[in-house]
């Protein structure tokens, strides 16, 4: 049984920086594409990076956050994470990791599994 728990989210001055934490359990190889999505009022949800847990060099990002955004995992601590560097407002939303056996994607129809979110607002 997959869980899937996001913290770290927060108000953020623009040009600040947050990490978000993505605590995750049962995680098998079946489902080992782990990847961060966001979803701001009245838009569709949108992926922004992606990695595969048991696999080295995976690790993938939408181009419209590479050179902002960074996805790590340590799986020591069963955590995945997503460091964001300067925030601009338009980062607002709500913020979820997933997990799904799909691929090498960003396609919301390829993660199974959903944590609640956490939410990022930039002013």
């Known amino acids: 049984h997959v869980q899937l728990v996001e913290s770290g989210g927060g108000s953020v001055q623009a040009g600040g920086s947050l990490r978000l934490s993505c605590a995750f359990a049962?995680?098998?190889?079946?489902?080992?594409?782990m990847g961060w999505f966001r979803q701001a009022p009245g838009k569709e949800r949108e992926g922004l990076a992606y990695?595969?847990?048991?696999?080295?060099?995976?690790?993938s990002h939408e181009d419209s956050v590479v050179d902002r955004f960074t996805i790590s995992v340590d799986n020591a601590e069963n955590t995945l994470y997503l460091q964001m560097n300067s925030l601009k407002p338009e980062d607002t939303a709500m913020y979820y990791c997933?997990?799904?056996?799909?691929?090498?994607?960003?396609?919301?129809?390829?993660?199974?599994?959903w944590g609640q979110g956490t939410q990022v607002t930039v002013s």
């Open positions: 990695l595969n847990i048991y696999a080295s060099n995976t690790v």
């Open positions: 997933a997990s799904g056996g799909g691929g090498s994607c960003l396609s919301v129809d390829e993660y199974n599994y």
């Open positions: 049962g995680v098998t190889r079946s489902n080992g594409w």
